[in-house]
């Protein structure tokens, strides 16, 4: 399958600093990428819906001016958390699709808000 | 009702034996679905992919969809202690994302 690459795969950062989550197709070009969100012991939840060359569509209840999506090329997507929070504190996790409909996922970043 | 069910499980098979998941979805107009594997602390990885009615086979895993009944199941045979994980049905409503079930965790006895 595709393979989708993450950077970091862990981060530690003080309360009210922010964080950048590269996400990278790495043999594929990927007009769509998604960002997913999972605490522990939950399911995954979309947070958001990484558009090429387009505006990111957020799912609701998702603070778009907090978590700021960057798609600016078919093969990176950049997800910020601003102005992080301890309640921020998850495993994020970045997804693209290949062409088809199959998505592949990145293995995730796991960030912890002092 | 949520568009993609699943039991939550843990579903516990001894090692050796089939493992059954189930998943049923609810609109009718889906076209695509998907079996992930997710192990604790790490992300989900695609194992199969069915889009037309009857099964579909890959290795020890059997993929089955009946659109009729809104219903898609993964079989996996001769079940391993590394078959424990979170099984995440996916269902493909639309072209534009995914939607997931909450995952089935399965427990392999040795």
């Known amino acids: 399958g595709a393979v989708v690459s993450q950077h970091p795969s862990w981060v530690i950062c003080k309360s009210g600093t922010s964080v950048k989550i590269e996400c990278r197709s790495l043999?594929?070009?990927?007009?769509?990428m998604f960002w997913y969100r999972q605490f522990p012991k939950q399911s995954l939840m979309l947070m958001a819906t990484?558009?090429?060359?387009?505006?990111?569509?957020?799912e609701q209840g998702v603070e778009k001016d907090k978590f700021l999506i960057n798609h600016a090329s078919l093969t990176l997507s950049t997800l910020t958390v601003t102005s992080a929070h301890p309640e921020d504190s998850s495993f994020y996790i970045c997804?693209?699709?290949?062409?088809?409909?199959?998505?592949?996922f990145g293995p995730g970043t796991r960030l912890t808000v002092l | 009702q949520k568009e993609v069910e699943q039991n939550s499980g843990p579903l516990s098979v001894p090692e050796g034996a089939i493992a059954s998941l189930n998943c049923t979805y609810s609109d009718r107009g889906s076209q695509s679905f998907f079996w992930y594997r997710q192990y604790s602390g790490k992300s989900p990885e695609l194992i199969m992919s069915i889009y037309s009615n009857g099964d579909k086979e890959d290795g020890r895993f059997t993929a089955q969809l009946n659109k009729a009944s809104q219903y898609v199941s993964l079989l996996i045979r001769d079940s391993q202690p590394s078959d424990s994980a979170t099984y995440l049905c996916?269902?493909?409503?639309?072209?534009?994302?995914?939607?997931f079930g909450k995952g089935t965790r399965l427990h392999i006895l040795p």
């Open positions: 990484s558009n090429e060359g387009s505006k990111a569509t957020y």
């Open positions: 997804s693209a699709r290949d062409g088809s409909d199959e998505q592949f």
């Open positions: 043999d594929f070009q990927a007009t769509t």
């Open positions: 996916a269902v493909n409503p639309r072209r534009d994302k995914i939607i």
